[in-house]
């Protein structure tokens, strides 16, 4: 079985303290975690003198355009982009074309997986009014997605009366994306005729999402269903959870809703635009609070990559939403180094908390007998995020311009070298997730 060393690294223990040594793996498997560890008969031997070793972020919330939407990103894409930004799993929305509304969508889109991710994978499938049995067999999948409001066409189940079966059967994880449809499409008719994109924080304000977060966990908390919540992005969202939340909900952020506000349409017009949407300052800092205070349970980008051309149709034709994988780790390393928070709370959040939600067996830390999905990040220097070396197909990050510390150097998927110092290893190819 193929053997990897990686020596001499900082090394983040289960307990959130550092080792400075080196760690073995053998087929994909953490064997040994120590000081010292004799490289006599192995072959694949990593020196990560001065690099700091963390289990690999996993990605709970992406939209990666495969099948049917493959001019904006495509699962090679994609995955290229995850390996470079330290993501060694991820699970993806149903609203690519045909919907994932039904095992043979599901089986297609893992046949797919299969052949074309160079990390791990997992797949939500949607919901509809109408295809509830789906929702009930549907295998192997993270959960259930709901598209509460924001959602075009058959994956829009915005009613109460609808929701409600959904809640009413089965077990399994639901995940909403909450905003009030109906508020926005009132919302929609009084702004019409405005194209500056900052209006679209006013037609999906804060009260939309505020509605549909109450509705779902209303819900949640009459059948007791798992319920988890996407992309929070209000303060008063975090304060309704943080005074209602059972210990069955979760819930995330993103990096965006956390760093950028209201104030980047200025700067990067319909980049800026993504649903739901960004908020005031204030809202960040909110955000922040309920994160380090665990009302917030973890991080997912919502990577949802739209072309440049496609995003300068101007406001409202512009499609919402912005890429993520690659940038979010060192963003919130960034932060871990400015003070905010620790380096052991951000990988709690991008790894250990999300693998743990999802049930996902053996990932997450970084101890004997868990998968060997890891980065290497240099929390050292800073570099700029720029667009010519972005993996992504739709090729432009918000955050552009950005100097940023914990850049991955070096990305490992299942014991396999994917990513090192610039070079993708395009051969490696990662697993279908399990769900306990
Ligand atoms: O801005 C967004 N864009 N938010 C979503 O939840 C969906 C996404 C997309 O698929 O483009």
């Given at each position: 079985m193929t053997q990897l060393l990686i020596r001499h690294a900082q090394i983040l223990l289960p307990d959130g303290q550092f080792l400075l040594g080196d760690i073995l793996t053998q087929g994909g498997t953490i064997l040994?975690?120590?000081?010292?560890?004799?490289?006599?008969?192995?072959?694949?031997?990593i020196d990560a003198t001065g690099l700091t070793l963390l289990p690999g972020?996993?990605?709970?919330?992406?939209?990666?355009?495969?099948?049917?939407?493959?001019?904006?990103?495509?699962?090679?894409?994609?995955?290229?982009?995850?390996a470079k930004g330290g993501v060694t799993s991820f699970l993806e929305m149903p609203n690519t074309r045909p919907l994932t509304i039904t095992q043979a969508a599901l089986d297609d889109k893992l046949q797919l997986a299969a052949q074309k991710c160079l990390v791990n994978y997992g797949f939500f499938i949607g919901a509809t009014p109408d295809h509830l049995p789906d929702l009930l067999t549907?295998?192997?999948?993270?959960?259930?997605?709901?598209?509460?409001?924001?959602?075009?066409?058959?994956l829009l189940v915005s009613r109460e009366a609808q929701l409600e079966p959904i809640f009413?059967?089965?077990?399994?994880?639901?995940?909403?994306?909450?905003?009030?449809?109906?508020?926005?499409?009132?919302?929609?008719?009084?702004?019409?005729?405005?194209?500056d994109p900052a209006i679209h924080s006013q037609i999906q304000d804060e009260e939309a999402a505020l509605n549909a977060t109450k509705l779902a966990l209303k819900l949640s908390k009459k059948y007791q269903r798992r319920l988890h919540i996407l992309h929070l992005s209000t303060g008063i969202e975090a304060q309704f959870l943080r005074e209602n939340k059972p210990s069955w909900v979760t819930a995330e952020v993103t990096p965006q809703h956390l760093l950028l506000n209201t104030e980047a349409y200025e700067k990067i017009g319909t980049l800026a635009q993504m649903n739901p949407p960004l908020r005031s300052p204030e809202n960040n800092t909110i955000l922040w609070q309920a994160l380090l205070d665990g009302v917030i349970d973890f991080i997912a980008t919502d990577h949802a990559p739209h072309t440049l051309e496609e995003k300068a149709k101007g406001y409202p034709n512009s499609p919402s939403g912005m890429p993520g994988v690659e940038t979010s780790l060192p963003l919130m390393l960034t932060q871990a180094k400015s003070g905010r928070c620790s380096?052991?709370?951000?990988?709690n959040w991008m790894s250990t908390a999300v693998a743990k939600a999802y049930k996902i067996p053996n990932k997450g830390l970084i101890e004997p007998?868990?998968?060997?999905?890891?980065?290497?990040?240099?929390?050292?220097?800073?570099?700029?995020?720029?667009?010519?070396t972005l993996q992504t197909k739709c090729g432009w990050s918000p955050f552009e311009g950005w100097e940023l510390t914990g850049w991955p150097m070096?990305?490992?998927?299942?014991?396999?070298v994917v990513y090192d110092r610039g070079e993708l290893n395009t051969n490696v190819r990662g697993k279908a997730l399990t769900f306990g």
């Open positions: 040994k975690v120590a000081p010292e560890i004799s490289a006599q008969d192995i072959d694949n031997i972020v996993i990605d709970p919330q992406v939209h990666f355009r495969e099948p049917g939407l493959e001019h904006k990103e495509d699962l090679f894409t994609a995955t290229c982009a995850c549907a295998n192997p999948t993270c959960g259930i997605k709901i598209f509460m409001g924001s959602s075009h066409g058959a009413a059967e089965g077990s399994r994880l639901i995940a909403v994306h909450a905003e009030d449809q109906a508020r926005i499409i009132q919302r929609r008719q009084e702004f019409a005729g405005i194209t380096i052991a709370q951000v990988v007998g868990y998968d060997a999905d890891l980065v290497l990040v240099d929390l050292e220097n800073y570099y700029p995020v720029k667009r010519e070096v990305t490992i998927v299942g014991g396999k």
